[in-house]
């Protein structure tokens, strides 16, 4: 894959306690692009996407980022330096209001009030339903309302690389069809973005590189076209 590569994962090893996950992972993520990850459940995934964000350290590889080498950073300096994760499963919180997590999300860049204003009305512009509910909890939120509200907060701490772990889970299809519009347009800004995703047809037309992942390692990648005749049936409905 050209381009150059604001993160590369080179044999990388990785998992819990003893239970090893990652087998040797390798890819590339050019700026400005949109990198899918596509697997089957419990394949090591989310383990991919946690390593990069510092969450679990590699067991062995390289992890570099901007040309950093990640493996020692800790996870709240990864943040500063331009990543931002958004979780499976959201991981707001739901006591506090939509606005006063958004402002949460502006705490880890370090920016001045000034440039998470500017940040802030870019998320309401492109959720304008956070904007519309920003005084009531999150907790009120629906479930895809939650999941804007996941993006946006990682969306204020402005940064290079946005991972995304699942964000269409348990979504309706229009959702995830408005989900999607908000991605695109998050690209189309200069956020380079990584994502794990289990509706291929979504991923697909928002990918420029796709990496298939098997047992802990990618087993084949190409071109959103490339990889699609390899896909089984039930990843693209």
Do not use: C
């Given at each position: 894959?050209t381009?150059?590569p604001l993160l590369e994962?080179?044999?990388?090893y990785a998992g819990y306690g003893?239970?090893?996950?990652l087998?040797?992972?390798?890819?590339?993520?050019?700026?400005?692009?949109c990198?899918v990850l596509?697997?089957p459940?419990?394949?090591?995934?989310?383990?991919i996407?946690?390593?990069v964000?510092?969450i679990?350290?590699?067991?062995?590889?390289t992890?570099?980022?901007?040309?950093?080498?990640l493996?020692?950073?800790?996870d709240?300096?990864?943040?500063?330096?331009?990543?931002?994760h958004v979780?499976?499963g959201?991981?707001?919180?739901?006591?506090?209001t939509v606005l006063?997590?958004?402002?949460i999300?502006g705490f880890?860049?370090?920016?001045r009030?000034?440039?998470q204003s500017e940040?802030?009305?870019r998320?309401?512009t492109?959720f304008?339903i956070?904007?519309?509910?920003a005084?009531?909890?999150?907790?009120?939120l629906?479930?895809?309302?939650?999941?804007?509200?996941?993006?946006g907060r990682?969306?204020?701490s402005q940064?290079q690389?946005?991972?995304l772990?699942?964000?269409?889970?348990?979504?309706?299809?229009?959702?995830v069809?408005?989900?999607?519009?908000?991605?695109?347009?998050?690209?189309e800004?200069?956020?380079?973005?990584?994502l794990v995703e289990?509706s291929?047809r979504?991923a697909l037309?928002?990918a420029?590189?796709?990496y298939?992942?098997?047992?802990?390692?990618?087993?084949?990648d190409?071109?959103p076209a490339?990889?699609?005749?390899?896909?089984d049936a039930?990843y693209l409905s």
């Open positions: 894959m381009g150059t994962l080179r044999d990388v003893e239970a090893s996950v087998e040797g992972v390798n890819f590339t993520v050019p700026v400005g692009t990198v596509l697997g459940n419990g394949v090591g995934k989310s383990t996407l946690r390593t964000s510092g679990i350290k590699p067991s062995g590889g992890v570099s980022y901007r040309g950093n080498d493996r020692r950073i800790p709240y300096k990864i943040a500063r330096m331009g990543l931002a979780p499976e959201r991981g707001i919180f739901p006591g506090v006063e997590n958004l402002r999300g880890a860049s370090g920016a009030t000034a440039e940040t802030l009305d998320v309401y492109l304008p956070l904007k519309e509910r005084d009531q909890p999150a907790a009120a629906s479930g895809g309302q939650q999941q804007m509200l996941a993006i990682g969306l204020m940064p690389l946005l991972i772990d699942e964000p269409s889970l348990g979504l309706s299809p229009l959702l069809d408005q989900v999607f519009d908000a991605l695109r347009a998050i690209k800004q200069g956020t380079t973005v990584l289990q291929a979504h037309a928002l420029d590189h796709v298939v992942i098997g047992e802990g390692k990618v087993t084949r190409g071109t490339e990889v699609r005749d390899t896909l039930e």
